[in-house]
């Protein structure tokens, strides 16, 4: 059972920045991709970023693109979330996922395996 455990996040003020961690404790051949989500109160679990294990591309949700860099060290099993300029639309719990199936949208958060503890982000105005 793989267990992704999340860090980083907390209070800052807009504009400011923010990095999450997002560390596996295996990766096996099936792993495809890591996706960031964020889930903000009385709302649905929503794309953020993902990137794949082996090619490293990444992918954005237009809310974050050019703010947002999703990143990862294959060395460490982690993946990051560096969060620049952020706004108070932003504040909302984040969640890291792992993607272990080939052909899965990495956009749906219903095609992800496993799930991180989730960590809340909060951007003051």
């Known amino acids: 059972q793989v267990q992704l455990v999340q860090s980083g996040g907390g209070l800052v003020q807009a504009g400011g920045s923010l990095r999450l961690s997002c560390a596996a404790s295996?990766?096996?051949?099936?792993?495809?991709?890591m996706g960031w989500f964020r889930q903000a109160p009385g709302k649905e679990r929503e794309f953020v970023a993902a990137?794949?294990?082996?090619?490293?591309?990444?992918y954005y949700a237009d809310s974050v693109k050019g703010r947002f860099t999703i990143s990862r060290d294959n060395a460490k099993n982690t993946v990051y979330l560096q969060m620049n300029r952020l706004k108070p639309e932003d504040t909302a719990v984040y969640y890291c996922?792992?993607?272990?199936?080939?052909?899965?949208?990495?956009?749906?958060?219903?095609?992800?395996?496993?799930w991180g503890q989730g960590t809340q982000v909060t951007v003051s105005s």
């Open positions: 295996e990766r096996t051949f099936r792993d495809v991709a």
């Open positions: 996922a792992l993607l272990r199936r080939y052909g899965s949208s990495r956009y749906d958060p219903n095609e992800y395996d496993y």
């Open positions: 990137i794949t294990w082996s090619t490293g591309n990444t």
